[in-house]
């Protein structure tokens, strides 16, 4: 039972190159979501996806893309990493858009921009 | 926009002792309410939720909240923290659309 499965789990890059992280669920969820943790800030939705083929800006897009490959992928994209990308990543997903349904978290995935 | 406020950053309490963590969130219309839990090292797990009814939910480990409309709260509360709920804790809300906004997190140390 896996529930979200995000690849890397660490990561190091240099300014200026890319990576993509990569999220899968198992729960059959509609809507899946990218957050950032940073100290002191909470948790920062960067993108989301209500159903698949649908994505939408959060609160940070800037600097990333996302592809709602199908229903169970949803993946990240720092096409040209910056430090102020350092960060812990963590993709999420629910059953529903618009419901109260709980959020379900990967176990994060650890970025370092150097 | 919605916005959550935690306005304990960093909570520090001997075992056995009561816990009360505040949140505050600014939306005026219908809300769906979570706080979730992060220990060391770990991912969110949720803890407990308020979508309606009683005000007064219970959630996993001896947690509780209570939603106050009039307040715009829903503080979380353990009568007796145990060293293991050492922790970082985030209050969050859902209304319009799909987003959760989460406060900022309290750091909870817990001393055996």
């Known amino acids: 039972n896996a529930g979200v499965t995000q690849t890397p789990k660490f990561q190091v890059l240099k300014t200026g190159q890319s990576m993509t992280l990569q999220c899968a669920q198992d729960m059959n969820h509609n809507s899946m979501y990218w957050y950032r943790q940073d100290p002191g800030m909470g948790l920062r939705l960067i993108y989301y996806s209500a159903s698949e083929g649908t994505t939408d800006k959060g609160e940070v897009p800037n600097g990333y893309n996302v592809s709602r490959l199908n229903k169970r992928e949803f993946s990240l994209r720092l096409e040209s990493a910056a430090p102020s990308q350092t960060s812990v990543y963590f993709c999420?997903?629910?059953?529903?858009?618009?419901?109260?349904?709980?959020?379900?978290f990967g176990e994060g995935s650890w970025l370092t921009v150097v | 926009a919605q916005s959550v406020s935690q306005h304990n950053h960093h909570v520090i309490l001997s075992e056995a002792a009561s816990l009360e963590l505040g949140c505050n969130y600014s939306y005026g219309g219908t809300v769906n309410l979570f706080w979730y839990v992060q220990y060391p090292g770990q991912h969110l797990q949720l803890l407990l939720k308020y979508f309606s009814g009683d005000p007064l939910v219970k959630g996993i480990k001896g947690f509780e909240a209570e939603f106050i409309k009039s307040k715009f709260s829903f503080n979380l509360r353990k009568p007796s923290v145990q060293w293991s709920d050492t922790a970082e804790y985030f209050c969050a809300v859902k209304s319009s659309g799909d987003k959760l906004t989460f406060g900022t997190g309290t750091r909870l140390a817990v001393r055996p």
């Open positions: 999420a997903s629910s059953e529903l858009p618009g419901s109260g349904n709980t959020i379900y």
